[in-house]
């Protein structure tokens, strides 16, 4: 199975900070990555597939890029609603195993 | 709207049985491939199963004991469970995208808790 490793495990920052969050994939996956959002209690969140495009309804602050094995989602300039843990997940091949997440915090 | 709606969870003793069920609404659940993931308390999310139009795949920690499958009548997917462990403790949701053919997670329903204990 394809391993996911996500860079850093947790993350302190401030509103309107830039923020970039690291997925590295096990072995090539081209460009088939996938990053969610999740806030407590709640459902993740699709926020970026394909690697760089965006989710309907997502907003533009949110952007991601990368291809191969090392991939990364930045926030451009964060809210106070950004606040959350971050997954990656690949679509290469199966199983489709998602990232340890990378919590985000003030 | 696409709307996924779990059910089915609930406590189960080590190596019992259990269904979750997923009705979805706003889609077709034959027309697209359809996901369970689930998340133990705390930790992260994990892939567990998914369905395809002839096909099924699952993760290995749960392959010989889970049972992905689907009921186009109902619009609903299931997830039949057994030999559960104390370890599948989790909140179990399902997934999937409003473009047949995709694999990432457009759609996700609240979630069911599952809780393996004696």
């Known amino acids: 199975a394809i391993q996911l490793t996500q860079s850093p495990s947790s993350l302190s920052a401030s509103v309107g900070d830039r923020v970039t969050v690291t997925c590295r994939a096990s072995q090539g996956i081209s460009s088939a990555l996938a990053w969610y959002q999740q806030k407590p209690g709640k459902a993740p969140k699709l926020l970026i597939y394909d690697a760089s495009s965006l989710e309907s309804g997502v907003p533009s602050r949110f952007s991601g890029s990368g291809s191969g094995t090392d991939f990364t989602l930045t926030i451009s300039s964060l809210q106070p609603e950004d606040f959350a843990v971050y997954y990656c997940?690949?679509?290469?091949?199966?199983?489709?195993?998602f990232g340890p997440g990378t919590k985000l915090d003030i | 709207e696409v709307q996924l709606v779990e059910s089915g969870g609930g406590l189960v003793q080590p190596g019992g049985s259990l269904r979750l069920s997923c009705a979805a609404s706003g889609f077709t659940v034959s027309s697209n491939y359809m996901t369970w993931v689930r998340q133990a308390p705390g930790k992260g999310l994990e892939w567990v199963s998914i369905i395809y139009s002839g096909s099924t795949f699952y993760a290995d920690s749960v392959k010989g004991r889970f049972t992905i499958s689907r009921d186009n009548s109902k619009n609903t997917l299931y997830l039949q469970m057994n030999s559960l462990r104390v370890e599948e403790t989790a909140v179990y949701y399902c997934?999937?995208?409003?473009?047949?053919?995709?694999?990432?997670?457009?759609?996700w329903g609240q979630g069911t808790l599952v809780t393996v204990s004696s």
């Open positions: 997940q690949q679509f290469n091949s199966l199983p489709f195993t």
């Open positions: 997934a999937s995208a409003s473009n047949p053919g995709a694999e990432y997670l457009q759609h």
